[in-house]
């Protein structure tokens, strides 16, 4: 059972918050940088927080929901996409180079045989999901399964911040399912293009979703997280859900990326409020949908640059900010340090 640890602390907010308005600027001059030092602060209990190793997952997965004609790209670009990610050719591998974060790639249920292969974690749950538009996703053992997977990949992480990333041919679309079921928003206002489709595709696409989440009325009715999960989501958004629960365990800062990534958070919130203490949300993506999730989570993205890629970029390229927040309340002078008057009373 995951405990995840509260960071609730008035004596260290007070002493962050002091630290912060003491350094040589203008209250509240650095904005968010000023947010996302006092939460890391607390994360870490500590008004020296700092950055250690960051590390970022992707995890790929088939979906059985793509018989349905909801993707602008055939299944086999998850696993090609796969063999690009272990090629080094992905646009994640160059922001991981780039930010000096450490990538790992999981197979949690691809449609494809890999083999052994070098830098892939085969935690494969089964060949891809079913077609949830007329029958569950997965079983509640599958569910589960993924979960536990994804704990036990945190388990040997090392480092302090850990960021999400997936592929999945069809995932947006149980991403859209998820926050249609979780939220009560109009299936219009949960779907969005995915890979790229056409207006005309995005209307079926949404049909899909709006049909499939009625045809699970009676699961989608007990509002229970985990059968929501195991009905509309695919094997890499489960394991991604037991990824965060088991970071937060370990007072990780969670990098959160784009709408498949949000989508597992509203089901880990679900199971456990307090993870979202844990969370800075890397980005607000140009996904129809995925700024509805982060209000419905009462989140505040660092960036607002269009993106749609998915697969964790994001939060990668969100990372230089998260050691700006930790190094100017470690390295920045304070007035009395430098001899500088503060604002006059």
Request: proline share 0%; net charge positive.
């Given at each position: 059972m995951i405990t995840i640890p509260s960071t609730e602390n008035v004596a260290l907010s007070a002493g962050l918050a002091a630290a912060i308005n003491n350094k040589t600027k203008p209250l509240g001059s650095l904005g968010m940088l000023e947010v996302l030092a006092r939460q890391i602060g607390l994360i870490q209990q500590t008004t020296q927080p700092q950055i250690i190793d960051p590390a970022l997952i992707v995890f790929a997965a088939d979906h059985g929901i793509v018989a349905e004609n909801v993707s602008a790209y055939p299944q086999s670009v998850t696993w090609q996409m796969v063999e690009n990610f272990l090629a080094g050719g992905a646009a994640i591998n160059v922001f991981a180079r780039q930010n000096q974060c450490a990538l790992h790639i999981v197979d949690a249920g691809v449609n494809h045989d890999f083999g052994l292969r070098a830098g892939l974690l085969d935690r494969k749950v089964a060949y891809g999901t079913r077609n949830f538009a007329r029958e569950a996703a997965m079983s509640a053992e599958q569910c589960a399964q993924a979960m536990q997977a994804g704990m036990d990949l945190v388990d040997g992480i090392k480092g302090n911040v850990l960021g999400f990333g997936e592929m999945g041919i069809g995932n947006t679309t149980a991403a859209a399912a998820i926050m249609h079921a979780m939220t009560n928003l109009p299936a219009a206002e949960c779907v969005g293009a995915g890979t790229g489709l056409a207006q005309e595709g995005i209307l079926h696409k949404q049909k899909v979703v709006q049909d499939a989440v009625a045809h699970h009325a009676a699961i989608v009715a007990t509002n229970a997280p985990l059968d929501i999960?195991?009905?509309?989501?695919?094997?890499?958004?489960?394991?991604?859900?037991?990824?965060?629960?088991?970071?937060?365990?370990?007072?990780?800062?969670?990098?959160?990326?784009?709408?498949?990534?949000?989508?597992?958070?509203?089901?880990?919130?679900?199971?456990?409020p307090s993870i979202l203490d844990y969370c800075v949300f890397a980005h607000c993506s140009d996904e129809h949908g995925h700024r509805q999730m982060i209000q419905h989570l009462g989140g505040r993205p660092v960036l607002q640059m269009g993106l749609r890629l998915g697969e964790g970029t994001g939060s990668v390229l969100a990372l230089p900010l998260l050691h700006a927040a930790v190094n100017f309340l470690r390295e920045m002078a304070t007035f009395e340090s430098a001899d500088v008057s503060q604002q006059n009373a």
């Open positions: 999960l195991a009905t509309f989501g695919g094997f890499e958004v489960a394991m991604i859900v037991g990824a965060m629960l088991k970071a937060a365990e370990r007072r990780m800062v969670l990098l959160i990326d784009g709408f498949i990534i949000t989508s597992a958070l509203m089901v880990a919130a679900r199971l456990q």
